[in-house]
T-cell receptor, first 116, second 111 residues
Framework: GAGVSQTPSNKVTEKGKYVELRCDPI?????LYWYRQSLGQGPEFLIY????????DSGLPNDRFFAVRPEGSVSTLKIQRTERGDSAVYLC??????????????FGPGTRLTVL | DAKTTQPNSMESNEEEPVHLPCNHS???????IHWYRQLPSQGPEYVIH???SNVNNRMASLAIAEDRKSSTLILHRATLRDAAVYYC????????????FGKGTSLLVTP
């Protein structure tokens, strides 16, 4: 079946611009996660949704970052006034349910964001 | 969160077994040990997880020390497609949602 998809695969923007990154989770998965991966580092947690609500947004670095999941399926990560330090690969993952021993996360291929 | 320690890199010959170690001396009783791997230019993928007993699946085996302070991911016969960064992650069964990846072990497989 279809896995997690992310669009665009690459995004180049200029400093100060606004960007939106989209994630389509696996159908039926109620939990959705966003991570950010800088070069040479492991992914870092940003935010997690259970259904439509953000259950944990403790990983968002500042208030320029915001994410929504209005219908409990597709999610959009929004970054305002982008900075060069925001350049990274943004990864989305989904799972059947959050937490518990059966919570295996399935990752998309990521969106590579470059801020010039 | 309890931390894990892994070697930065390891090398293996193709078709040989690979043992990837992970130390987690501060593991708590409710922490599961998860392994994910990330192939070049791809998102991470789940490999295996366990609590106390050794676990086997089609991808790998997980050997957990009796005191649970360390574990080893075993690839029985490495192939070139197994070249990836392998992450050992502790996850609390009651409260752990996010995966805390760390830097992982970069596995190089040579023909």
């Amino acid at each position: 079946g279809a896995g997690v998809s992310q669009t665009p695969s690459n995004k180049v923007t200029e400093k100060g611009k606004y960007v939106e990154l989209r994630c389509d989770p696996i159908s039926g998965h109620t939990a959705l996660y966003w991570y950010r991966q800088s070069l040479g580092q492991g992914p870092e947690f940003l935010i997690y949704f259970q259904g439509t609500g953000a259950a944990d947004d403790s990983g968002l670095p500042n208030d320029r970052f915001f994410a929504v999941r209005p219908e409990g399926s597709v999610s959009t990560l929004k970054i305002q006034r982008t900075e060069r330090g925001d350049s990274a690969v943004y990864l989305c993952a989904s799972s059947l349910q959050a937490g518990g021993t059966a919570d295996t996360q399935y990752f998309g291929p990521g969106t590579r964001l470059t801020v010039l | 969160d309890a931390k894990t320690t892994q070697p930065n890199s390891m090398e293996s010959n193709e078709e040989e077994p690979v043992h990837l170690p992970c130390n987690h001396s501060t593991i708590s009783g409710t922490d599961y040990i998860h392994w994910y791997r990330q192939l070049p230019s791809q998102g991470p993928e789940y490999v295996i997880h366990g609590l106390t007993s050794n676990v086997n699946n089609r991808m790998a085996s997980l050997a957990i020390a009796e005191d649970r302070k360390s574990s080893t991911l075993i690839l029985h016969r490495a192939t070139l497609r197994d070249a990836a960064v392998y992450y050992c992650i502790l996850r609390d069964v009651d409260s752990g949602y996010a995966l805390n990846f760390g830097k992982g072990t970069s596995l190089l497989v040579t023909p």
